[in-house]
């Protein structure tokens, strides 16, 4: 599992304002299981969405003719997935063919767009699975903090904070014992 955090400058608006705070993974939807069991309490019938590289947009939704790739860059629209595509798209992709997509550009997201590309690089697919960053008994993270104490607080492996990549090393039986839980 892997974790890509950017803080924002300004807190979290209601309007899905996730375009820099996101929670990726392989859109693989065998491989969900700690993200949305474990992670975000999440039933099964609740997809993840996809985030995708904005030039390859078309080839795996259905966009219609009068809109732009770049329209869907705050996953709050909608889109059919390519039925050729739903198969590679099983996480992100709803029961009734659709997903909430976010579309990622060098322009409105360099870092992302420089991750996505690099999944397609390794994978042929440039998608990643994109969810807020928080388990369900907590709001969305909102600083630097708060990021470490979700990352430390469920069994992601990985935290990457702008060009950090943190690991978590597995705890020995003694060193849990050493822990001292403090509130953030």
Known sequence: MYMEIQ??????LAIKACLN???IRMSDVDRITILGKMIKMRE???PFAPAI?????REYFEIPEQYEANMFSFM????????EKQKSLGAVTHVDGSARVQTVSSTNNRLFN????SFEKKTGVPVLLNTSFNNN?????????????CFLTTQLNYLCIGNYLIRKRPLKSEGVMRLIPVLP
């Open 137 to 149: 008994y907590e709001p969305i993270v909102d600083s630097i903090n708060d990021s470490v104490v």
């Open 53 to 57: 590289l904005e030039e390859s947009a």
């Open 21 to 23: 705070m996101n929670n």
């Open 76 to 83: 709050n629209m909608v889109l059919k997935v390519r039925s």
């Open 114 to 117: 420089n991750l996505i590309a």
């Open 44 to 46: 099964d019938y609740r």
């Open 7 to 12: 803080i924002p400058k300004a807190p979290l």
